[in-house]
T-cell receptor
C-alpha cells in the first residue's frame, strides 16, 4: 500500500512563528503536492514538486515556501505564521508519466495559529 | 476562469441510490477524478474518467460528458458507511488538479 505520512495530526502555533510541516511518501513517486482544505473552498494547491529540488507555485503560494531535498520528503514552511493560515493541510503524491494516476493523500495536519 | 461546482450537502436513505453532480470549467482537460473523504481522514480515490460515458465499479459509477463539462457520481445500495464528503477534481493542463469544495453526503437509516 502507498503510504503518505505527515509528521503531525494537530499543531498549535503562535502568530509570527516559523512552522515546518513534513511529508514523507514510500512509493518512489516523483510528484508531491501541498494543499490546504477550508470549509466551502475545497482543496487549494499551495505548491507542488515534480522532482528533487524542483518546485512550482500553485494557486495560493503567498506566505509559504517548500523544500524537497530528497525524493521521498516534501516540506511546507510557513515563514511567519498568521491566523489566516489556520487550516487543514494535506500532502499528496503521485507517480509521473501518465495523467490517469490518482493522488495519494496523507492524513492531514490541522494547524491552528493563535 | 477555472471553476468546479458541486452541491454542498445531500441526504439519502440507506439502500437507496444517490447521484452527486459536478460541473466544471477548466483550461485543458486530462481527466476527472472522484475522491471520498470521511471526516478527519485523507481523501481516497474512487474513480477516473477521461472519455465520455459511464465507468462502473461495484456500487459506484461515474459519468462524464466533456462537451457539457459535466460529471456525476452514482452510489447504489447506500450504506451508512457511505456518509462522507465526495470531492470532484479535474486534471487540467499538465499535472495540475483542481478540486471542488466537496459534497457532504448524509445517509440516514
Amino acid at each position: 500500500d502507498v503510504k503518505v505520512t505527515q509528521s503531525s495530526r494537530y499543531l498549535v502555533k503562535r502568530t509570527g512563528e516559523k512552522v515546518f510541516l513534513e511529508c514523507v511518501q514510500d512509493m518512489d513517486h516523483e510528484n508531491m503536492f501541498w494543499y490546504r482544505q477550508d470549509p466551502g473552498l475545497g482543496l487549494r494547491l499551495i505548491y507542488f514538486s515534480y522532482d528533487v529540488k524542483m518546485k512550482e507555485k500553485g494557486d495560493i503560494p503567498e506566505g509559504y515556501s517548500v523544500s524537497r531535498e530528497k525524493k521521498e520528503r516534501f516540506s511546507l514552511i510557513l515563514e511567519s505564521a498568521s491566523t489566516n493560515q489556520t487550516s487543514m493541510y494535506l500532502c499528496a503524491s503521485s507517480p509521473q508519466g501518465t495523467v490517469n494516476t490518482e493522488a495519494f493523500f496523507g492524513q492531514g495536519t490541522r494547524l491552528t495559529v493563535v | 476562469g477555472q471553476n468546479i461546482d458541486q452541491p454542498t450537502e445531500m441526504t439519502a436513505t440507506e439502500g437507496a441510490i444517490v447521484q452527486i453532480n459536478c460541473t466544471y470549467q477548466t483550461s485543458g482537460f486530462n481527466g476527472l477524478f472522484w475522491y471520498q473523504q470521511h471526516a478527519g481522514e485523507a481523501p481516497t480515490f474512487l474513480s477516473y474518467n477521461v472519455l465520455d460515458g459511464l465507468e462502473e465499479k461495484g456500487r459506484f459509477s461515474s459519468f462524464l460528458s466533456r462537451s457539457k463539462g459535466y460529471s456525476y457520481l452514482l452510489l447504489k445500495e447506500l450504506q451508512m458507511k457511505d456518509s462522507a464528503s465526495y470531492l470532484c477534481a479535474v486534471r487540467g493542463g499538465g499535472f495540475k488538479t483542481i478540486f471542488g469544495a466537496g459534497t457532504r453526503l448524509f445517509v440516514k437509516a
